[in-house]
């Protein structure tokens, strides 16, 4: 067991620890457990954002794709930062204007059905589970890497660990974890990206030169077409990931820690441009380990990719950078998976217990401890699914994510906001067909079945060649919200979208 590499990781944890003992105290009202009762400042909840959107997939995912694929891991990178100025200027200040603690809130102010709520609570606890796994996954590979643990007891730690942070410290204590872990990852890619450039003489052309005969794909490389051989797949990657993050709960949860929509659209763009920094840097991450680490040593540490940065700071800064950086790997999943946790457990807390079994009659005391009963819960299915999906690369695992959320939140919270026709049966005919279509074509995809043994979680033919089902499950969830409204008989009273319409875009 590397003994520097342990220490690091007994501190990350005592020090997350410490973050949650002081937020428990501060933990008293749903408020404080849903939202850190709207304290935060736009840079603190910039950084929690880019704390909650950096995660295993950023960090451990990308850097192996990019090593491992070249050009198509780029992709990643590209499509997570491009989505937030779908979120800037069309999601961030209608959600805080209209909403209060969950998804749900916004949606139920315009259709106060419960049927409506209970349906987002659903879509809600879905997608932050299959979000979840891919960061289970790294968890697991990481320790297993750093510390010689087996896989399954490595995902149980981080599952018990997540578990605690959102029990006693609810989003006070998620979020200075956010913030914490934002900063040592930044630091941390910084010093590897600058060691990186140096041994390239800091000249680009130099890095892209030597790349070309770097790896097995040879000046292929740097092309696209090495991991998405059908156009449609890229197509379909970048829709999920340009729109995915939308409609993701864990991040749209973040826009009710702040006091007002002008203080959400601030943390929108500190956010940017923290995430926009990092993803540059993980061009050096993946071309670094393509070039130091090598194909062959990356794929035998782990046949996805997933440990390619930690294996380039071993090879270029020795026992202590790899000891770092492999920390703050995990407090990178930590962080995350704590996010993950709390946007399902309110969703089931406040949506589906409080709104639709209680009728609003539930105490803040009862919410609060549902919220933490929903917590163990959630986590405790996410570390079982986690379990068979160890061989799956991280950043693919949470492109399917944001697929789904793209497929069954995103039509709703735009038709919501935007179009006065749009009524109960079209909201719930959206979020269920494309929460279905998603599932669905994810099910039937080359990700579950192969006619490999090993190569994926079942064995047989797949009965689709598409790996991600966005180009397909997006269209239909905003068809399935059109045609469900203009086929209703129902009609929804035209003043209250006025309000909405108002309410969404003042705050008054």
């Known amino acids: 067991m590397n003994t520097v590499a342990f220490s690091l990781f007994l501190f990350i944890v005592l020090l997350t620890l410490v973050i949650t003992y002081y937020a428990s105290k501060r933990t008293k009202t749903t408020s404080d457990f849903y939202t850190a009762d709207s304290s935060l400042t736009g840079f603190q909840n910039g950084l929690a954002i880019a704390g909650d959107y950096m995660s295993a997939a950023s960090f451990l995912g990308i850097a192996g794709m990019v090593a491992l694929s070249g050009f198509d891991g780029f992709f990643y990178s590209i499509g997570f930062l491009v989505a937030y100025l779908v979120v800037l200027y069309l999601v961030a200040e209608p959600l805080r204007n209209l909403g209060k603690f969950t998804m749900a809130d916004m949606i139920a102010a315009r259709f106060k059905e419960k049927k409506v709520r209970g349906v987002v609570a659903l879509n809600t606890i879905t997608i932050s589970i299959f979000y979840m796994i891919a960061q289970l996954v790294g968890a697991g590979a990481l320790i297993k890497l750093l510390l010689g643990i087996d896989y399954i007891y490595s995902v149980l730690i981080v599952g018990t660990l997540m578990t605690v942070y959102v029990v006693f410290g609810g989003m ?83 826009f009710f820690t702040v006091k007002d929509a002008i203080t959400a659209r601030k943390s929108v763009i500190y956010a940017t441009w923290i995430i926009g920094i990092f993803y540059v840097m993980t061009v050096f991450l993946g071309f670094g380990a393509a070039k130091f680490v090598g194909y062959d040593k990356i794929v035998a540490a782990n046949a996805a990719g997933n440990m390619a ?17 492999s920390a703050v790997a995990f407090a990178t999943i930590l962080a995350v998976v704590a996010g993950l946790v709390l946007s399902a457990a309110s969703a089931f807390a406040h949506d589906f217990y409080a709104h639709i079994l209680k009728k609003g009659t539930a105490t803040e005391k009862q919410q609060v401890k549902v919220a933490r009963f929903a917590s163990i819960g959630v986590a405790v299915l996410s570390i079982l699914l986690a379990l068979f999906a160890q061989k799956m690369n991280v950043a693919f695992l949470v492109s399917l994510a944001f697929a789904v959320a793209a497929s069954a939140n995103l039509p709703v919270i735009l038709l919501t906001i935007f179009w006065k026709k749009f009524n109960t049966a079209g909201a719930i005919t959206g979020m269920i067909v494309g929460l279905a279509s998603a599932l669905l074509m994810v099910a039937i995809s080359p990700n579950i079945w192969s006619p490999e043994a090993g190569a994926a979680i079942l064995v047989g033919e797949p009965l689709v060649t598409l790996t991600n089902p966005g180009i397909v499950s997006i269209p239909m969830g905003f068809l399935a919200a059109i045609i469900g409204t203009l086929l209703s008989s129902k009609k929804e009273d035209a003043r209250n979208f006025d309000e909405i319409l108002v309410k969404a875009n003042t705050g008054l």
């Open 309 to 325: 940065a930690p294996l380039l700071a071993e090879a270029i800064g020795g026992e202590f950078l790899f000891a770092f950086i």
């Open 172 to 254: 006070t204590a998620t979020s200075w974890v956010q913030i914490a872990k934002a900063v040592l990852l930044m630091v941390g890619t910084f010093i590897i990206s600058v060691i990186v450039f140096a041994k390239f003489d800091f000249s680009v052309f130099k890095m892209f030169n030597e790349m070309k005969a770097a790896t097995p794909l040879g000046e292929a490389f740097l092309n696209p077409g090495n991991k998405f051989k059908n156009p449609l797949d890229t197509i379909s990657l970048n829709l999920a990931l340009v729109l995915g993050t939308a409609g993701l709960p864990h991040i749209l949860i973040r």
